[in-house]
């Protein structure tokens, strides 16, 4: 059985850092590129971060600069450094695993900023 299983979200003050956490479990990790995706309330799912399985990078413009992604194959687990948060960063997060037609996704952890 496939688990994606996010960590790490809560309640932030603007200008603050969070490190989200996606462990996964019952797939192959290496082979799969990872992503991490974020939903708004009323808002569509959008690209956050994704890496590739040889380590390249892609980000959506509002997070560059400010949102770092990396992974452990060794742990099986994808990050999401987020500084220099902002109100409009408020969503739930999700990870997202693919290898070819295969598609996984985790439940989601909430990323709240707001003083």
């Known amino acids: 059985q496939v688990q994606l299983v996010e960590s790490g979200g809560g309640l932030v003050q603007p200008g603050g850092s969070l490190r989200l956490s996606c462990a996964s479990s019952?797939?192959?990790?290496?082979?799969?590129?990872m992503g991490w995706y974020r939903q708004a309330p009323g808002k569509q799912r959008e690209l956050v971060a994704t890496?590739?399985?040889?380590?390249?990078?892609n980000y959506a413009d509002s997070v560059k600069g400010r949102f770092t992604i990396s992974r452990d194959n060794a742990k099986n687990t994808v990050y999401l450094q987020m500084n220099s948060l902002k109100p409009e960063d408020t969503a739930v997060y999700y990870c997202?695993?693919?290898?070819?037609?295969?598609?996984?996704w985790g439940q989601g952890t909430q990323v709240t900023v707001s003083s």
């Open positions: 890496m590739t399985i040889t380590g390249s990078t």
């Open positions: 997202r695993a693919t290898l070819n037609i295969r598609e996984y």
């Open positions: 019952g797939i192959s990790f290496s082979f799969y590129a």
